[in-house]
Each structure stands twice: as C-alpha cells, then as structure tokens.
C-alpha cells in the first residue's frame, strides 16, 4: 500500500489496459456470440463427436489412451507452475539485488523496493492463478475418466445415450477450458513481466498478447483445418 502513491499516470494505464484485454478477451471467447467460432467452441463440438464415438466402441483402450495423454500435458503445466511460483517467490525476497539489476538495463525502472514488490506480485498472481486452474482441469480430466469407465453402451438415439454423451463432451468441456484459462494466464503473466522493465512496455505487452491469443483462436492454420468440410 505504501508504494500505490508512487504509481505514475502510465503506470495506473498499463494496469487498465492489462486486465481489460485479459477479462475482455475471455468474455469475448467464452460468453459472446461473437467468439463461439472459434478454437473454443469448434473444439466442443468435436468433445460431443468423441463422445458419442467412445458410447459406440465396446473397447474404450483408445479413449483411456487420449485421456491420459490430457492429463499428462494438464500435469506437465501444473508441475512447471509450481516451480515458476518458487521463484517469483525467491525473487521477492531478493528485490534490492532486482533493483540493481534492472537499473543497468537501457529501460530500468523499477523504482523503490515496494514498487518492485507490486510488480512482482502481479506476476505471481497470474501464474498462481494459473497453478488453480491447472489443478482443477486435472480433478476434472479425473473425473472425465470416471464417466468414461461408467459409460453404457449405444448407438445415438437409444434411451439415455445422447444425455450421457453431452454428460461427458460436458465434463471433458469444463476441463479443457480451464486447461485454457491456465494457458491463457500463462500468457499474460509474460506480459505482467514487461512492468518489470517499463510501464509502457506492460500495456504495450498486454496487448501484444490480445492480438496473439486472438489470431490463433480465430485466424489459425489449426482452426482452418477443424472448420474444412473437406
């Protein structure tokens, strides 16, 4: 608190530009019209495709296959967060060493030591944001697993089996898209690093991201080839 009346007009602009772009960018692919056609949504329909395949197969050795390698990618996420999150920690309680450290570069300006600690602690939010993220993604792959191993077996339009399928495309939706929150605060939390070095170098990072995460949700080879009818 004691270092808020040493944040600069650009400072306070930066902060609006970061969580502008982070909460708008998430309502835009997760709640709006607008983005349901994205790598999001595109991806879901294919989750419900998946599911209604693995209700047909009386051998599910395939599916317990793919599930497995999700939750080896949430876990690899998960376990690198942690030691990210050591660090930031380690680097708070060596943040004279940082001042000097930063001082030397050609855009240093970190400021007192309780501004240095603002900062730091911004980029810790993001990935311990990130870490909660990644751990629920993977409670919930868990329990993806479960309803794959409880799953009956039909063909679509038989009694119960399009309700099961949307119960599992659903359960496997809410932890891929956290999974994608995870990432996505990854992402952001890069951008919190650049107030390390400048204000404005943090908005302009900020919005670099926007555009990023934009362009391979909505303008991606990868989204192209999900969407071909071909």
């Not at 119960?160 to 999974?179: E, H, K, P, S």
């Amino acid at each position: 608190m004691h270092a808020l009346p040493h944040l600069t007009a650009v400072d306070w602009l930066s902060l609006l530009v970061f969580f502008a772009c982070w909460a708008g960018y998430a309502w835009y692919s997760e709640h709006s019209a607008w983005g349901a056609g994205g790598l999001i949504g595109t991806s879901q329909q294919y989750r419900l495709k998946w599911a209604y395949r693995m209700l047909e197969r009386d051998v599910r050795v395939t599916d317990s296959t793919l599930i497995g390698n999700l939750v080896t990618s949430v876990s690899f996420y998960a376990n690198t967060t942690i030691y990210i999150i050591a660090g930031l920690v380690a680097a708070l309680g060596a943040s004279d060493k940082l001042i000097s450290f930063t001082a030397d570069l050609p855009f240093g300006n970190t400021g007192n030591r309780e501004l240095l600690e603002i900062k730091l602690m911004l980029v810790l939010a993001c990935f311990v944001f990130a870490y909660f993220k990644f751990t629920w993604s993977l409670r919930q792959f868990n329990l993806l697993s479960i309803l794959v191993g409880a799953a009956p077996f039909g063909q679509a339009g038989e009694p119960g089996i399009d309700a099961y399928a949307r119960r599992v495309a659903g359960a496997n939706n809410l932890a891929g898209d956290d999974f994608n929150r995870g990432i996505r605060a990854y992402y952001f939390g890069l951008a919190a690093s650049g107030w390390l070095l400048n204000p404005a170098l943090f908005g302009l990072l900020s919005f670099v991201v926007l555009v990023v995460l934009f362009r391979r949700d909505y303008r991606s080879p990868a989204l192209h080839i999900l969407r071909d009818p071909s």
